[in-house]
């Protein structure tokens, strides 16, 4: 077991813990708020299973995130003002706010991301962008979308994708997709139209 000592001397910039919604502090979230920091506040877990099938207690995971580094006290300071679990450090913002969704764990209940809350500025969409595998997992999924559905104009699936698909299809195509599938669209139309 780590000693007090040695648990102070842990510094770092992220910071993670568990509220229970029976027993944190009515106002947690204003306390939290006024560190004018930015946090990530995830879907309310209710559906988690112990190995042996049981429902564990509701409960939420919060990620803080400081410029500098803080210790392991003073962050425990702040979750007793509002009767959080102990805090420990996150070895990664992405990698944490991913498990809140339990998106690398299909094995697991899958969260909402529209459940999930980011404050004080946290940029949930940089933290999710897809990783170089999945967006060309997407890409693969959107031309198969694609020639089963028909499509034979841009507009046609990025409406779908506005509609259907906002969270991941819609912000690849937005960011940097665009080039690749249009051109992939223009190219059948054109095979079509010469074999018609």
Partial sequence: MVNKAS??????????????PESVFQNWRDVLDNEHIQWVESPLHDKDTN????????????LVMYDGVKSYNQILELTEKINATVPQKCGSAKGLVRYMLHMDNPEKYQYNREDMVAHGGADIAEML???SASRYEMFKEMTSFIVE?????YEDLWIYAMENRFDDWFPLLADNGTFAINTFIKSRRHRIKDND
């Fill in 149 to 153: 559905n028909d499509i034979r104009e």
């Fill in 51 to 62: 190995p042996d099938g049981e429902i564990k207690k509701a409960h939420k995971h919060i």
């Fill in 7 to 20: 648990q102070d001397k842990v510094r770092t910039r992220n910071w993670t813990f568990i509220i229970y």
């Fill in 129 to 131: 962008k897809p990783t």
